[in-house]
């Protein structure tokens, strides 16, 4: 059965840094394109980040380029995200996602399973 489980979800103050996980199992891991997205309350889900399954391609939305970075240990199927300097409005559940249309494309309604979610605070 394929599962997806993020963790690294905290309260942190503006301007920390986190790093999210997400673990795989019961699936071909290195075959699909792995991406994260949040959806901050009463707001749209929303691509954060995505990878492709070598890792060469990535996008990142506008509002977190230069500040978080994907990657993936297709070894230890497990996908990261790295998050510096964050803000109030980067407050959401973060979700990671796989595509198993392999194509690469970071908008939520391509992604196919998801996992539960891990939640972001980031105030004061």
């Known amino acids: 059965q394929l599962q997806l489980v993020e963790s690294g979800g905290d309260l942190v103050q503006p301007g920390g840094s986190l790093r999210l996980s997400c673990a795989a199992s019961?699936?071909?891991?290195?075959?699909?394109?792995i991406g994260w997205f949040r959806q901050a309350s009463g707001k749209e889900r929303e691509g954060v980040s995505c990878?492709?399954?070598?890792?060469?391609?990535?996008y990142y939305a506008d509002s977190v380029k230069g500040r978080f970075t994907i990657s993936r240990d297709n070894a230890k199927k497990m996908v990261y995200l790295q998050m510096n300097s964050l803000k109030p409005e980067d407050t959401a559940i973060y979700y990671c996602?796989?595509?198993?249309?392999?194509?690469?494309?970071?908008?939520?309604?391509?992604?196919?399973?998801w996992g539960q979610g891990t939640p972001v605070t980031v105030s004061s």
């Open positions: 996602a796989v595509d198993r249309s392999l194509l690469f494309r970071c908008t939520p309604g391509a992604y196919d399973y």
């Open positions: 990878i492709s399954v070598s890792g060469s391609k990535t």
């Open positions: 019961g699936f071909t891991w290195s075959y699909y394109t």
